[in-house]
Structure formats: structure tokens, C-alpha cells
């Protein structure tokens, strides 16, 4: 019964009383949930919004947070990759670029040049393949796609790509830089599974490499920096507006512009893959000529190049596709020898241009009235991705707001299906913990209660101290036992050492005392056995303390996290709480807020079913 | 002779001593903050009109202990980043966007309500007289306690530099907030606060669990008398509810100093890991750290046992109380 009885509430001061309380306990209750509330919101953050401390993230408002939210997944988290590629200057992707409308024009020439000209897929990146302590969707479909290959054989797989692999987890391809001269692959099933992805990806989900953005990058941003275009336009005669609309010529700059002409030499020669030079006016002959100075013997060639060639006169000259190792090299050699002014830069930039300027039949007004873009020659247009990119967006905002919400959410329940049995684990170590406590503790009790044995009284006082003891000094010779009984990494050392609890025995025995004798005696007379009396009587009388015990274990078992690590070190036997504690040193706050909620679900959904059943079996000490 | 000399190692080392200053500081914090509210909050929960809203409290209450252990540690070590973009710098650096008038309102605001809560403690035992005296001494004890905090930095700023530095001081109540971030965690003057309130945070709500089910016990016929007589509110929680309760009190006072004395070390460990600068080594943790890392057995299981002789005259009184209390279920 409240302690305001009904007639105080009547009046004024009872009133005031209770709204105060009301208030106070509102007060208490918004701190509790608070903290909640921002690991809820904080869940479904990633690096790019993780210091904003609103509670609703503002991608699921905003379509430019949405945006560049994407864009943060698609260049894997990194802010030297978005730049590179989409030619700006962003310091986070808080401030990367958004367009600021759809441009139907650039997005159908875009759409129709993908469609007539077919890019190699090596000149396409899949975006979200990788990325820092966290799993990107399209990782999470690629070690799928693997996993279901191989049938979930991690052997088959480890010998197929000759590295003995532990998880499906440790699968972390570093996307292709199919630029650098020095970048190559050889063929595996990851790369298969990747190039399968990529063709099923829709076109916002990849990005083209930009040579011009490699190029800012390696030889312009070290020099002048890429933050304004003052320090390059001191040092070059000519002037560039901006590196935005910046774009590398093809051909190799003319001899008054030496400062661009020898940095474009070296970047072709040093840094870029040859497969993007071509050569104009340059016969085969030279080519075959060459390489059969180097090789001497076709069979060479075709060893160091992984070919089929039958004699060196078969061997075109290269006309675009992608290729790396002992071919780039060996290409890469050859254009040194030529002189500069037949190479011509190809990639998806120059043929795009190319391709302009024949749809638009070297109309350029035509072309800037359709794109609403101001350039001065074809050779300054630019690929519009970004607009392909944001209208993807736009169209698919609802479904992309949910993946990113639930990104982390899905990444935590993945891993923990990856890592196999830590659920499962924590399932039957609960189980067994909870079936052990509800057989031994009840029993005990019961024989203390029902046979007044002499020392009954020291027995009780007995199996209390162990609760005296500091955990600390028992952990170390429980590990020793477990040792020794040669139990550890098995249930029975999660089990075991907590089966009786003196305190639950107490409480239980106190209990069964309560009990009327006379039903026992009943139960005698009607030929009852002992253990029919147990069952029948005893337990069935004690539902509500059995319940509390039940939930006392429960919660024992499930928080277990120190006993845990040190008697089931092994990655088979973790519960969640062990997998939590490694999977903490190794994820973003997000994902760790995301594994925490989800692992107070099955203690929340306890007390949310069963709270009427714990407050009545819970028992209150009265002096007597 | 090997134990004893585990002993001696242990009592002849000033490391031991000063760890054993800052577990009695611990268990200070811990009980002075966190055993009174599960009690205030049953009792207020047991006042909540509808059955509906006594559910919804109950649930949000409990809410955090629904997180367990370790875990809660690692929120509030997201709550408590010491860079102004922490959560709870973040909350507190608002106050500095409060203009001159509602900022000097909220610095009044806030010393009224500290120091009015000073005089209800200071109060209360005079106004109830025949409240037991033992509680009358505690409250009044943690009267003089919090006035003497509160007059501290007063007294050393004036004994410093003048009666002029104390005038400058109720300057400073006007005018806007000038806050800087607070080092939480990381500053040792806080360190062992900061580790002692996730712990009350989390486990208020479980805890007022058992005294709402004791709240249920006491005879409904009491408080009718009680009225009869024409009691008040305050003289019916201080001469009935608290009476009634005060064995479970007793006991789970005496049971939440054995918790504080040997509990924290997983707390601890994941928030500051005993820093800053040693701030928060408890001897638990120094146990776990000596065994477990040093591999120093015979010296950790010592202090292991140090530390339950402390304990033994409140294990033995626990015991006791115990085995002399008759047990009756909540309805």
C-alpha cells in the first residue's frame, strides 16, 4: 500500500506531492534512458558521423548526409580515395562535394555511353569492398558469395587461394589500384567472386579510377598542394583555374610548358600502368621486334606473361585492355624507347571525351547545352558519376537510410554466425547452468529442511562462507582443479564451479521450512516416496523462488566474462561475452554500441516477461 | 614460513598501504552514493498512482542493469571522452551558450536547490524527533559533510588571497557560464567518482527491485493507525516504512560494504584501468594485476586474504543476521 493514503491525495499538499514525484522520477528516468538513446542512435553511425551528437543521425533526414554517407562506404572510409577520384578537396566526407541538382542531360549521355561502349572491368573499382574496423556491405556479399561457394568448406578455400585461412572474416581484399604501374593480381577465386560482384553491382556502387585525379595526386599535390591552385600557377607559365576542372592532356605537353611536360613524362613512364598508353602511328613490327630482343624464345614470353603467343609475330600492340606483371613491364620498357610524342593516354575519361564529341558531332554548344556544363573544348569534360551516383541515392534513399542503419546490426549478427558458436555456446552453457542450479540448490536444501540432522545449523553456516571469500582467491585454484580433472575448455568447467550457491541453498532452505509439515505427513500416510515429495510438494509449492533462482543463474551465466575467459580460452568454447570483449579491440563505437544492444536483448525480454514472477519470488529477511 | 613471508611482503609495502587508502575511498563513494537511492526509489515507486506508469518506471529503471557488466563500462567510456566533443562535455559546454540573465538565473537556481537540500538534512532530525539516533547522526554527519565541501574552496580562496578573492567568487555567480571541458576519467581528482557512478547508474533500478517487494511486507493496518493519530507523510516514512525495513537495510548495508570492498575490478579495468596516475588502483584490481599479470600468486592470494580478514567481523555480522531471519515472500 502506498504510504500517501487516498484521502491525502484528495487534497492540495497530497497533489503537489505526488505530481513531485512524478517529476523526480521522470527526471531519473529520461538519465537512464538517455545514455540508450545515444547508443541507439550511436549504433547506427559510422566514422564520418560519429562525433555529431544529435540523437537522430542526420542521414535519415537529410538527402546530402545521405549523400555523402554513401559516398563514405563506396571510397572505403577514405577521404584520399574520394578525392582522387572525384577531384576535389574534401578534408572529411562531412564536406565532400554534393551536386547541387540532377542534371538529366549528364546522367542519359552517361547512361547511353555506357551502354554503346563497353569499359573493361578493369578500369572499374567496386566501391564498400574494404574498409577500417568495420565490414562494408559489399565485403559482406563477397565473403557470402565465397562462403557459399565453397559450401562453407574453409580448408577447400584455403587451398584454392594457397593460404590456410581460420575465418571467413579474415577475408580482406585491398581494392584494385589498376592505375599504378606497379599493381598486379593473379587470378583466385576471391578475384572471381570480386569481378562476379562487380558486373551484378549497380553503376553508383563503383567508381571509374581517375588518371587525372592519380595524377594530381602523385606528382602535383606533393609540390604545390592541392588546396589552391596559387603554387601551381606561380611556378608554370601557363594558369589553370582550378584543379576541379582540371583535366591531364593525352598527348604529351608541348616543350613551353617544361614544368607539365616533364611531370607528365615521368608520370606516365614511373607511375602509370602502360596499358593506358597507346601508341599512334607506331607499327607492331617495332613492338615484336623488341620484345623478341628480350626473350629470345616465345616460350619465355609466354611464361613471364601467363600467354599463348605462338611465335612473337602474333603479338598485337596493345590496344587498351588492362594488363600488369611481366607484359606492363616489358611495355613499360618499350615505351621508354620511343620518343613521347606518339603516346596517347586512353581510360575511361579520354574515350568518354572521344565519344562526346562523335555523338555530339563536335558540337560543343550542343554538348554544354544538353549538360548544362560550361566547357571550353570536348577535351574538358568530365565523366558526371557523381550525378549518376546522387540520383541512385535520391531513387533508393528509403532502402540505403535502412542499410545504413542497420549496417552495424547486420555486421554484429554476421560475425557472430561467422564465428560460429559463441550463441550457440552461451544457449547451451545457460541451459545447462540453469537446469544444474534448479537440481542441486532445491536438493540440498531439502534434505537440510526435511531431516533435522544434528550440524544441520554449522552445515548452513558452512556452505555460507564460501561466500565470504573474495572471487579472487578462489579463480586460481578453481582454474588448477579444472586443470587437473583435465575439464578446461569444456562446459563442465563453466558449470561446474558455480553448480551450488550457499546463499541460494539458504534462501531455498528457509523457504521449504515455511512449508505446512503436515503436508508431508499426508503425502506419507497416502504412501508418497521421498522423491515424489520432492517433485510434488516441495517444488511444485516453490514455483516463484525456483523462478527467481532460475533468473538469478541465468543472469550469472549470462554476464559470466572473467571465469569465462580464463577456463574457456579456446575460440570454440567462447560465449558472447568473451567474443564481445575481442570484438571490442577490433570494431568502431558503432558496431560495439550495435553487439552491446544486441546482447542486452535476451536480459531485457526476461525481465519484460517475467517481472511479475521475479518481484514475487523475491524473498525479504525479517527479523523473526 | 613461504605464506608468511607473502604477508610481510605485502604489509611492509607502501604500495599496499596507499591502495588501501584509495579502497576505503571507494567503498566511501560507493556507499555514500550509491546505497541510499534503491531505497528512495522504491519508496517512490511504491507512490506512483497507476498501475500503467509503475510499469513504466519499474522497466526504465531497471533498464540498465539489462547491460551487463563490463559492457556498461564501455558506454560510459564513450559518455566520458574528455575532448569537447564527449557526450557529457558536449552537455556540459551548452551552458556556455546560456545568455548573462538565464545563466545567472540557472547558478542561483542550482545553489538554492544545493544548499535547501543542505537544510532539509540539517532539518529533518530536528523536525522528527523521535527518529532512531543513529540515523539523526548519519544525516546529520552527511549535512555537516556536504557544507564543508561546499565552504572549502570558499575558506582557501579567501585564506589564500583575501576576504577581496571570496567577494569574487558570488561576482562569479553573475553573468554567463565560462566552462571549460572537464577531464572525467582522465583527470585524477574525479578518476574514482567517475568510476563509482556508472555502477550506481546501472544497478539503482535492480537494487529498488528487493525493497519494493519489502515495501509490500509492511501492514497496510500501520499507516491506517498511524493516520488515526494523525500522522503526516514524513512521519509515516520515518516512524513506519523505515522501521519496518531496517533489518533488510542493515543487512544489505552490511552485504553492499563486503560488495564494495571486493567488487570493481572488472569496472575499473575496463574504464581506467587503475590511472590515472594510480588514481583509481583499488586493492582488488592490485590483486588481479599481481596474479594475473605479474604472476605473483603467493603475494596476490595474501592480499586476497588481507582483505577478507577486514571483512570477517561484517561477514561474521552478516552471517548472523542472516541465520537468525525468517524469510517472507513479496505478494
Known amino acids: ?540 509449492l516453490s514455483k516463484p523462488i525456483l523462478a527467481w533462482v532460475a533468473l538469478g543463474t541465468f543472469v550469472g551465466a549470462y554476464t559470466n566474462f572473467l571465469g569465462a575467459l580464463i577456463v574457456c580460452p579456446a575460440q570454440h568454447m567462447w560465449l558472447i561475452t568473451v567474443w564481445l570483449y575481442q570484438f571490442e579491440q577490433q570494431s568502431t563505437p558503432a558496431a560495439i554500441y550495435a553487439a552491446v544492444l544486441i546482447a542486452s536483448i535476451p536480459t531485457l525480454m526476461i525481465f519484460l516477461l517475467a517481472q511479475r514472477t521475479i518481484i514475487r519470488g523475491i524473498v525479504v529477511p525479517v527479523e523473526k | 614460513m613461504a605464506c608468511v613471508d607473502n604477508f610481510a611482503k605485502v604489509l611492509f609495502d607502501a604500495r599496499f598501504w596507499s591502495s588501501f587508502e584509495r579502497t576505503i575511498y571507494f567503498v566511501a563513494l560507493t556507499i555514500g552514493l550509491g546505497f541510499w537511492p534503491p531505497i528512495l526509489l522504491a519508496i517512490l515507486l511504491q507512490e506512483v498512482p497507476t498501475a500503467t506508469l509503475k510499469y513504466i518506471f519499474r522497466t526504465v529503471y531497471y533498464l540498465p542493469s539489462v547491460i551487463s557488466g563490463v559492457l556498461i563500462m564501455f558506454l560510459w567510456r564513450q559518455l566520458y571522452d574528455p575532448s569537447k566533443y564527449g557526450v557529457l562535455n558536449h552537455l556540459l559546454l551548452m551552458l556556455n551558450l546560456c545568455g548573462p540573465i538565464s545563466a545567472t538565473l540557472i547558478k542561483l537556481l542550482a545553489l538554492g536547490l544545493w544548499l535547501s537540500f543542505i537544510a532539509i538534512l540539517i532539518m529533518l532530525p530536528i523536525r522528527i524527533e523521535e527518529m532512531s539516533r543513529p540515523l539523526k547522526a548519519a544525516l546529520w554527519v552527511v549535512a555537516g559533510t556536504l557544507t564543508a565541501v561546499t565552504l572549502q574552496p570558499i575558506a582557501v580562496r579567501i585564506s589564500e588571497s583575501g576576504p577581496m578573492a571570496g567577494l569574487a567568487l558570488f561576482k562569479g555567480l553573475i553573468g554567463p557560464f565560462h566552462l571549460a571541458p572537464l577531464g572525467w576519467i582522465q583527470s585524477p581528482g574525479a578518476a574514482m567518482l567517475c568510476v563509482v557512478l556508472p555502477t550506481i547508474w546501472a544497478g539503482s533500478g535492480a537494487g529498488s527491485i528487493l525493497y519494493l517487494a519489502a515495501l509490500k511486507t509492511v501492514p497496510d493496518e500501520l499507516y491506517e493507525a498511524a493516520e488515526m493519530d494523525g500522522a503526516r507523510i514524513w512521519h509515516k516514512i520515518f516512524y513506519i516504512t523505515l522501521p519496518q525495513l531496517k533489518y533488510l537495510i542493515v543487512i544489505q548495508f552490511i552485504a553492499a560494504v563486503i560488495a564494495a570492498f571486493q567488487g570493481g575490478t572488472d569496472y575499473i579495468l575496463a574504464l581506467t584501468g587503475g590511472g590515472p596516475n594510480h588514481a583509481t588502483l583499488i586493492i582488488p584490481l592490485e590483486i588481479f594485476f599481481r596474479t594475473f599479470l605479474k604472476l605473483q600468486f603467493g603475494v596476490g592470494t595474501a592480499m586476497a586474504w588481507l582483505l577478507g580478514i577486514i571483512l570477517i567481523w561484517f561477514t561474521a555480522t552478516q552471517l548472523k543476521m542472516l541465520s537468525k531471519a525468517e524469510f517472507k515472500g513479496g505478494r
Open chain 1, 1 to 540: 500500500m502506498p504510504i500517501i493514503s487516498r484521502a491525502e491525495t484528495r487534497n492540495f499538499r497530497g497533489k503537489l506531492l505526488h505530481t513531485g514525484i512524478i517529476l523526480l522520477l521522470t527526471l531519473g528516468g529520461v538519465s537512464m534512458i538517455y545514455p540508450f538513446l545515444l547508443m541507439l542512435s550511436g549504433s547506427m553511425r559510422s566514422e564520418m558521423d560519429s562525433s555529431s551528437l544529435g540523437l537522430i543521425p542526420s542521414f535519415f533526414t537529410s538527402d546530402k548526409s545521405l549523400y555523402r554517407k554513401f559516398l563514405e562506404t563506396k571510397y572505403d572510409q577514405s577521404v584520399g580515395i574520394l578525392n582522387e577520384n572525384t577531384h576535389q578537396h574534401a578534408y572529411t566526407f562531412n564536406d565532400a562535394r554534393v551536386p547541387a541538382r540532377l542534371i538529366p542531360g549528364r546522367i542519359s549521355d552517361l547512361r547511353t555511353f555506357l551502354r554503346h561502349v563497353k569499359v573493361s572491368h578493369n578500369w572499374w573499382v567496386l566501391g564498400g569492398i574494404s574498409g577500417f574496423n568495420t565490414t562494408p556491405p559489399n565485403l559482406r556479399r563477397l565473403r557470402t558469395r565465397l562462403a557459399q561457394e565453397f559450401h562453407g568448406n574453409l580448408r577447400a578455400f584455403g587451398r584454392a587461394i594457397g593460404a590456410p585461412t581460420s575465418s571467413w572474416t579474415d577475408i580482406t581484399p585491398t581494392p584494385p589500384n589498376w592505375l599504378s604501374q606497379r599493381f598486379n593480381y593473379h587470378p583466385d577465386p576471391i578475384w572471381t567472386a570480386y569481378f562476379q560482384l562487380l558486373r551484378r553491382s549497380p553503376v553508383a556502387e563503383r567508381y571509374i579510377p581517375s588518371i587525372t585525379g592519380y595524377f594530381l595526386a602523385t606528382m602535383i599535390q606533393p609540390k604545390y598542394g592541392l588546396s589552391s591552385v596559387a603554387g601551381y600557377n606561380r611556378a608554370h607559365a601557363h594558369h589553370v583555374s582550378s584543379f576541379i576542372t582540371f583535366v591531364l592532356p593525352d598527348r604529351v605537353p608541348p616543350a613551353n610548358h617544361p614544368l607539365l611536360r616533364q611531370d607528365w613524362l615521368t608520370f606516365v613512364r614511373r607511375d602509370l600502368n602502360p596499358s593506358f598508353v597507346l601508341l599512334k602511328g607506331e607499327s607492331p613490327a617495332a613492338w615484336q621486334s623488341f620484345l623478341a630482343g628480350r626473350y629470345t624464345h616465345i616460350a619465355a614470353l609466354n611464361i613471364s606473361w601467363h600467354g599463348h603467343y605462338p611465335s612473337f609475330g602474333a603479338i598485337p600492340l596493345p590496344r587498351g585492355h588492362w594488363f600488369g606483371g611481366g607484359q606492363a613491364q616489358d611495355y613499360a620498357a618499350f615505351l621508354r624507347t620511343l620518343n613521347p610524342s606518339v603516346y596517347r593516354l586512353t581510360g575511361p575519361g579520354y574515350v568518354w571525351r572521344a565519344w562526346l564529341r562523335r555523338h555530339y558531332h563536335h558540337n560543343l554548344a550542343k554538348l554544354n547545352a544538353t549538360e548544362h556544363t560550361h566547357y571550353p573544348r570536348f577535351a574538358d569534360a568530365q565523366l558526371p558519376m557523381d550525378q549518376i551516383t546522387y540520383q541512385y541515392v535520391c531513387q533508393h534513399s528509403l532502402k540505403l537510410r535502412w542499410d545504413f542503419a542497420t549496417l552495424n546490426y547486420v555486421n554484429v549478427f554476421n560475425q557472430m554466425i561467422f564465428h560460429g558458436r559463441a550463441m550457440l555456446n552461451t544457449l547451451i552453457y545457460c541451459a545447462l547452468a540453469i537446469l544444474a542450479a534448479l537440481l542441486v540448490n532445491p536438493l540440498a536444501a531439502y534434505s537440510m529442511s526435511r531431516f533435522r540432522l544434528p550440524g544441520t545449523y554449522k552445515m548452513l553456516l558452512m556452505l555460507m562462507a564460501t561466500m565470504a571469500f573474495p572471487p579472487m582467491v578462489t579463480m586460481i585454484p578453481v582454474f588448477i582443479i579444472l586443470r587437473h580433472l583435465h575439464l578446461l575448455n569444456t562446459f563442465g568447467a563453466l558449470v561446474l564451479p558455480s553448480i551450488a550457491n550457499g546463499y541460494m541453498i539458504f534462501l531455498l532452505k528457509g523457504f521449504f521450512d515455511s512449508l505446512p509439515r503436515e503436508l508431508y505427513e499426508a503425502a506419507r500416510i497416502d504412501g508418497a516416496s521421498e522423491l515424489r515429495m520432492f517433485f510434488q510438494i516441495t517444488l511444485a
